[in-house]
């Protein structure tokens, strides 16, 4: 059974997982009704299928916020076509320039891109399509001139009842969220006490503190903390006490960074030590994982804004470093580059504390997350979590997770043929179970780990 997480003051946190019912998802007792018969080859597919759609999963991570955060969250007609990924695909299909685009209002903008992707060409990449299968979701008009249709539904809509319905449509029961401690919009939501919501986990994301710490001291000094920009005298006791008292406000499920290709531990960095004597011991006390984001080459293009990040092949002797060191902590792994793939599934091998988990940004495409995932089962079995949407816009979820069941169905399905003509039968409780370890089960088992 898990361990109940306690504070070193003794008191119990009633945070996300900890509180989540543990034997919510637990498979039914096969039933007498011939479901659990072992399946033949032909009938594999069908029964893929179907447990992958009723099974509800986890988001486990996303740039969603709960109502309750207000703005922050991102949702409706405007901000699905000027999602990031469609900005960098406008460029190439438009002369429009950064620096006019920029100068646009968002209906300008979504206007714009709607034109240039959807009406003047066929949206074929992953992102055009994705949004054509969210408006087809909600019986809208995929191929119209314009947007007005779809801006009148999405007007309509009150917001708690079209999250519940687009939850369900996208199959998911909770999304994890990306709460920056440090932004100035989202901080003092937080700080007057944001409403919880089951349907959303929060995420304490560290990258303003380690990754960009020369800037961002002084907002932590600015609250009362000991720190200075080279981390002398108390500063990374007095970090770890603020990662703590944050903790305590958002009961995150795990804290967060994503990091660039050059990352390295150890080295003799600020980083380093903020991540061996702060952030870590952090997790630890508060018994979550750290999620590590690795491969991201920032900014190569800035006139891009959000979409001008690109990536690069890192070093994954920094992961078996902290894996080795840090046995006590657990790591939620994802790497950005292609060709880091292998390498993590060897480290998850070797090490029972990193969890590998989606095909992010820019793998988030069927032949890559086909190549990923076999080569998942393949080295791991169903000891990982397959993927997270990343959606930063709503109704997203839709679209990713409905092309995330439609790649790995087939993929799921091999892996049984194979087992069957190995000489292994395989029951519908059989994919149920497996399904919901993948999608649910290593999620909320490898985060409750820690408490204790
Ligand atoms: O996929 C994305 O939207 C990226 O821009 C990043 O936000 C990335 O997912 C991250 O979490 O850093
Ligand atoms: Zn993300």
Known sequence: MFRIFRLTDGTVPSYGLNSMPTQTFIPEPAAA?????????????AAVEKELAATSFIDIHTHLFMPSLGKLGLWGIDELITYHYLEAELFRSSTITPEQYWDLSRQQKADTIWRALFVETAPVSEATRGVVAVMHAFGLDTGAPDLREAREFFAAQELRTHIRRTFQLAGISEAVMTNDLLDPEEAPLWQSGAEGDSQFHAVLRLDRILNRWTEHWPVLASKGFAVDAGLTGDSASEVRRFLIEWCVRMKPVYMAVSLPDTFAYPDSGVRSRLLAEAVLPACREYGIPLSLMIGVRYQVNPAL?????????????????LCAEFPENRFLVSVL?????????VYARKFNNLMPFGCWWFLNNPSIVEEITRERLEMLGTSFIPQHSDARVLEQVIYKWRNTRRTLAPILTNSYLLLTQDGRQVTRPDIRRDVTRLFRGNFENFCRRGAS
Do not use: F, I, T
Not at 33 to 45: I, R, T, V, Y
Not at 305 to 312: E, K, N, S, T, Y
């Open 337 to 345: 580059s292609r060709e880091n793939q292998h390498e993590l599934c």
């Open 33 to 45: 009704d011939g479901l659990s018969a072992p399946l033949n080859p032909d009938q594999l597919p």
């Open 305 to 321: 804004r959000l979409a001008g990040d690109a990536v690069g092949r890192a070093d994954l002797r920094a992961l078996e470093h």
